[in-house]
């Protein structure tokens, strides 16, 4: 066999305030229906969610880090089912932050393969301690997310 | 070891019109946060009407041996996590049914343990052929369906 | 709707010195080829095991609140998958605790649908600290799982 | 936001004979132990096989879509865990196509953070119809996977 490019897992990429990362559908996401699991969208979603906040130079591993260690949770999510997914498609999981609270973080995002869209949701996460305690997103977190909303 | 007694795996029962299905929530449930990830409830509510739906006596491998065969999907949900769950837990997934129209079936449900919600979620769910074609829900699903309603 | 009797999730029974556990096959388990997918019987197998271990009173949460909080991680596994399962089936997990040593647990472990054996695995499981080191299975622990061993 | 390059999700690269496919590891892939929870290495290296397969024109839309549909299956698998992975680990799976017979594909597979090896696997699939029955791998798919063995 050729030789060919080494690269890393991808990352994604923006398209002005939207995030975009595309996401393989394999044997794991689908089920006996022969479309995608309806869960699964959640963890693309996530997945969609975490490179956001990674581009922001966010990382879970450093959350874990501080003195008082943190983590991502969701708070409450709308999702809307449009159409199916199937084994092998190339997807994009769009992630759009709206709305940044002294306590949660709101980010609109879609699942679309090219120009149709399968799923929408709505999401609010929030960061809470390791024995689920509420706390305010960090200011320097805050600073580096302030960055990628509208205004 | 002594001998202990023979059982099948839970299906649930019911207090009036709500459908109560226990579960366990073991390793695969969680994440690296210590708690359960937020997309595993939506496995456990997806068991919960699983086990609902066989107690009004409509099995999936069924409808997949109609002349046409069908399959249930969730069309669109509304999550609310309140408080996590965690390795070990035994909780309780909860569902009644809402609402039965032409087209799709409406559920409320929620995710319990002991006496504390955890989770809130509203369902939608309707049936598709296998080519995603939807249909309407057939007359016997909804003849069985009808006697679990509140009216 | 009548009131049935309420109930736990199964935590199984046993057969001499063999656990066995039943579990439902819900949508979560299968992928687009119609049955469940190759990983999903790892889940079982690991459900299987953690309800043998609380039988012999250790429970994941209690090995997290000592001194040194420890977990239990699979070193190796055989699989072999024979037959299939598919959706609505209920299926047994079987476990059975052929050798403990200082350092690790070895259990034979089946799937079987009633008299059919659908997976068969050998696993060796140990216990590592939250950093990640390998610790002896500590000697309360190691006393407990004594009883359950053939010999 | 500055607008950055679109790209595809990673199918991988070959290095000689060994097809390299880079993962990320996110939430899902976590458990309450603080690492990568066991049975997901399957699905990482069932990504692997699935990404090697596509470099070979293989794809499972296509094998679904012949006068008898097919599906690929593992049969067996004996897989070691050396090192654990973490949240936000970029990591490698490797996958090496070593024996192909008439009704099964054997590959070595491995995942790997940088220069540590974390997993080690040997993998045999074979491809069986919708019902289970086991079917000789068809020859134009052996045509293209001869290419990629190393004699």
């Given amino acids: 066999m050729t030789k060919t ?7 994604g990429w923006f398209d002005g305030h939207m995030h975009i990362l595309p996401v393989r559908v394999y044997y794991e996401d689908t089920d006996f229906s022969g479309v995608v699991y309806h869960a699964k969208y ?16 966010i990382r879970h591993q450093g959350m874990l880090k501080t003195a008082e260690p943190l983590v991502w949770v969701v708070r409450r999510m709308e999702i809307e089912y449009l ?5 092998d498609d190339e997807i994009e999981v769009r992630t759009t ?3 940044l609270s002294g306590a949660r973080l709101r980010v609109g995002q879609g699942v679309w393969r090219k120009s149709e869209q399968l799923v929408k949701a709505d999401v609010e996460a929030c960061v809470i301690t390791f024995d689920g305690k509420p706390r305010r ?11 990628f909303l509208k205004t």
Avoid: T
């Fill in 5 to 11: 490019e080494r690269h890393s897992a991808s990352s």
């Fill in 42 to 57: 959640l963890h693309f979603l996530e997945r969609g969610r975490s490179e956001f906040l990674r581009a922001a130079d």
């Fill in 83 to 87: 159409k199916p997914a199937r084994i």
């Fill in 137 to 147: 997103i960090p200011d320097d977190l805050r600073a580096r997310l302030g960055n």
């Fill in 97 to 99: 932050p709206n709305e």
